[in-house]
T-cell receptor, first 113, second 113 residues
Framework: DAGVIQSPRHEVTEMGQEVTLRCKLISGHNSLFWYRQTMMRGLELLIYFNNNVPIDDSGMPEDRFSAKMPNASFSTLKIQPSEPRDSAVYFC???????????FGSGTQLSVL | QQQVKQSPQSLIVQKGGISIINCAYENTAFDYFPWYQQFPGKGPALLIAIRPDVSEKKEGRFTISFNKSAKQFSLHIMDSQPGDSATYFCALGQGGATNKLIFGTGTLLAVQP
């Protein structure tokens, strides 16, 4: 099992640019979570999906953030336009809906200059 | 508003000692209490978890103690080893349709040889 795969591992961009983060779920998992990790705020849940349907997006900080699941195994998190305060490590995680154990990817380190 | 309060923020323990990390919560609707371990450059990984119907769970050197009336739970690492040096997160989970995890702010543990 390859685990949750995130790309890119590192992203450096300039303020105002569009950023797209990608995530491939573990085969057989049907729940997908996007978290953001910063020193100040720890791990914050941004949004999660069950069976490709967004269930709770209350953690999405602003309209500049959007997330999609175009199919059962893939998700994107887009920031447009990006700002320096968006700099953080972004994790996606997946699981089977009926189970509690959450599997995290290795994260995308985003730096917005 | 932080739903779970984790302490301490950082901890230094000598090899062979006991590491203790505490978490407190308010909402009694939560029914799943995991601890995740994160190494630098990696995503968090499930270490051990407990449900409120038991007061303690032990897996190897790792023990969760749960105090339902006080709404507190803690992680004990016995015979701490340098390889245990990592960031530890407690989390709150709720079964059913919500099925998401709310994480504490993390504890950076350093085990000195």
């Amino acid at each position: 099992d390859a685990g949750v795969i995130q790309s890119p591992r590192h992203e450096v961009t300039e303020m105002g640019q569009e950023v797209t983060l990608r995530c491939k779920l573990i085969s057989g998992h049907n729940s997908l979570f996007w978290y953001r990790q910063t020193m100040m705020r720890g791990l914050e849940l941004l949004i999660y999906f069950n069976n490709n349907v967004p269930i709770d997006d209350s953690g999405m900080p602003e309209d500049r953030f959007s997330a999609k699941m175009p199919n059962a195994s893939f998700s994107t998190l887009k920031i447009q336009p990006s700002e320096p305060r968006d700099s953080a490590v972004y994790f996606c995680a997946s699981k089977r809906t009926v189970e509690e154990k959450l599997f995290f990817g290795s994260g995308t380190q985003l730096s917005v200059l | 508003q932080q739903q779970v309060k984790q302490s301490p923020q950082s901890l230094i323990v000598q090899k062979g000692g006991i590491s203790i990390i505490n978490c407190a919560y308010e909402n009694t609707a939560f029914d799943y209490f995991p601890w995740y371990q994160q190494f630098p450059g990696k995503g968090p990984a499930l270490l051990i978890a407990i449900r409120p119907d038991v007061s303690e769970k032990k897996e190897g050197r790792f023990t969760i103690s749960f105090n339902k009336s006080a709404k507190q739970f803690s992680l004990h690492i016995m015979d701490s080893q340098p390889g245990d040096s990592a960031t530890y997160f407690c989390a709150l989970g709720q079964g059913g349709a919500t099925n998401k995890l709310i994480f504490g702010t993390g504890t950076l543990l350093a085990v000195q040889p």
